[in-house]
């Protein structure tokens, strides 16, 4: 029988997710499949909580809210107000400001992470690690060979920045790196290109 913390603190984390299913209901991720969207916040707080061990209940919060601020009509005061300061500023931490141009928003979440929190670190790396792993398996349905290799090259800068918070987090990023590297590296062996 769980107690009234416990209790509370599942409850906390079953109203984010119905809180971010919500906000996600109309998107699809990008991959042939057009999965939906809230298969990846579910995913980042699992890597977080299965494999670094997390248990913090606000980092899974902001874990599955992560993307909410960035690509849905959530304002920062109506996280704040349902989930608390602490997970608001979280999820901003983690949030592009999608005004810039996408390069822009690339160069600056390589800049930004060294200075991260270490929460919004442990989020970043496990949100990097999920998307290694769609790149690599399940892609966007137009991305070249080229762009994916791009964009794994592009995490390992970013995730350099948030190194020596997690072990078990970053050994699995690095498995998963190279793992998506071997296969997209024999993916273009025999094509003619990209």
Not at 22 to 29: G, S, Y
Not at 148 to 159: C, G, K, S
């Amino acid at each position: 029988m769980e107690t009234g913390r416990d209790a509370e603190e599942t409850a906390g984390l079953l109203r984010a997710l119905e809180f971010s299913a919500a906000k996600h209901r109309d998107q699809r991720r990008k991959d042939r499949e057009a999965s939906p969207y809230i298969n990846h916040p579910i995913e980042v707080a699992s890597v977080l909580a299965n494999v670094g061990g997390v248990g913090d209940l606000t980092t899974l919060v902001a874990a599955i809210l992560h993307d909410t601020i960035e690509d849905t009509d959530t304002s920062p005061e109506e996280l704040e107000a349902r989930f608390g300061r602490e997970t608001r500023l979280l999820v901003q931490e983690m949030s592009d400001d999608k005004t810039l141009d996408k390069m822009e928003r690339k160069r600056l979440q390589v800049e930004h992470a060294p200075s991260l929190s270490e929460k919004a670190k442990l989020i970043k790396l496990a949100d990097k690690i999920c998307n290694v792993r769609d790149v690599t398996h399940r892609p966007p349905a137009r991305w070249p060979l080229t762009r994916r290799r791009e964009y794994l090259d592009w995490t390992e800068r970013v995730v350099a920045g948030c190194r020596r918070g997690n072990a078990a987090l970053e050994a699995h990023y690095d498995r998963v790196l190279r793992e998506g590297r071997e296969l997209l590296g024999r993916a273009d062996v025999g094509s003619s290109g990209d």
